[in-house]
């Protein structure tokens, strides 16, 4: 069955303290791993899809990577702006249309 | 480009009643979803439509939930009868044909009382 785990839950970290969200996951046949971001209140925005290990996308002050069994999110000098809950979803081959999300990391940061 | 819409934002009900939720995609979208999510969990997908088909309704509690897209655009999810356990915020997203990138609305939070 297709698993994805993220850590840590939350996250709090300090305007300029730079971080990793890590999410792990356990599926036939990778088709994709997305990122989104979900501000309270809000549907998730969509952020990055990787393909295959050792893609990286970057936007901004966030850079996703991917290896066979895990992706993280960096996020180099976070400001306020970017506290929300990030949230990892993979797409297996045999499943297409069907997104398993993880539970999210939900990040604060400070002024 | 207008993202995807959905109506009511907010709904409060009680027990046994039902509920209904719309939804109109992203222009161009032939591929829409309805996702379900509980607070601090990610969604969980109840149900697919490529136009007006549903390919994968799996997921769908079929004893009590219900959705329709008769003309391949706007969709609507319904509950008959509500319980409890269905408060949650219910998720829209739509995507191209064909392609990965899903794009979400803003939700319609349900209580049922």
């Known amino acids: 069955e297709d698993q994805v785990t993220q850590s840590p839950e939350a996250l709090r970290l300090q305007e300029g303290e730079s971080s990793s969200l890590n999410c792990s996951y356990t599926?036939?046949?990778?088709?994709?791993l997305f990122w989104y971001r979900q501000d309270p209140g809000k549907g998730p925005e969509f952020l990055f899809t990787?393909?295959?290990a050792g893609e990286e996308k970057e936007k901004e002050r966030l850079k996703a990577t991917l290896t066979k069994k895990e992706s993280f999110l960096h996020i180099t000098a976070p400001k306020p702006e970017d506290s929300a809950t990030y949230l990892c979803?993979?797409?297996?081959?045999?499943?297409?249309?069907?997104?398993?999300f993880g539970a999210g990391t939900q990040v604060v940061v400070t002024p | 480009e207008a993202g995807v819409v959905q109506s009511p934002r907010y709904k409060i009900i009680e027990k046994k009643q039902p509920v209904a939720f719309w939804c109109n995609p992203i222009?161009?979208?032939?591929?829409l979803y309805w996702y379900l999510q509980n607070l601090g969990q990610g969604p969980e997908l109840l149900i697919r439509?490529?136009?007006?088909?549903?390919?994968?309704d799996s997921q769908l509690p079929k004893d009590r939930f219900s959705a329709e897209r008769l003309k391949g655009v706007d969709s609507t999810l319904k509950i008959q009868p509500a319980e409890l356990g269905d408060s949650a915020v219910y998720l829209c997203?739509?995507?191209?044909?064909?392609?990965?990138?899903?794009?979400f609305g803003p939700g319609t939070r349900l209580t049922v009382l």
């Open positions: 222009s161009g979208h032939n591929t």
């Open positions: 990787l393909y295959s």
């Open positions: 997203a739509s995507s191209r044909q064909g392609a990965d990138t899903q794009y």
């Open positions: 599926v036939s046949g990778l088709r994709g």
């Open positions: 979803a993979v797409q297996a081959g045999d499943s297409w249309g069907k997104l398993q």
């Open positions: 439509y490529e136009n007006e088909e549903a390919v994968d």
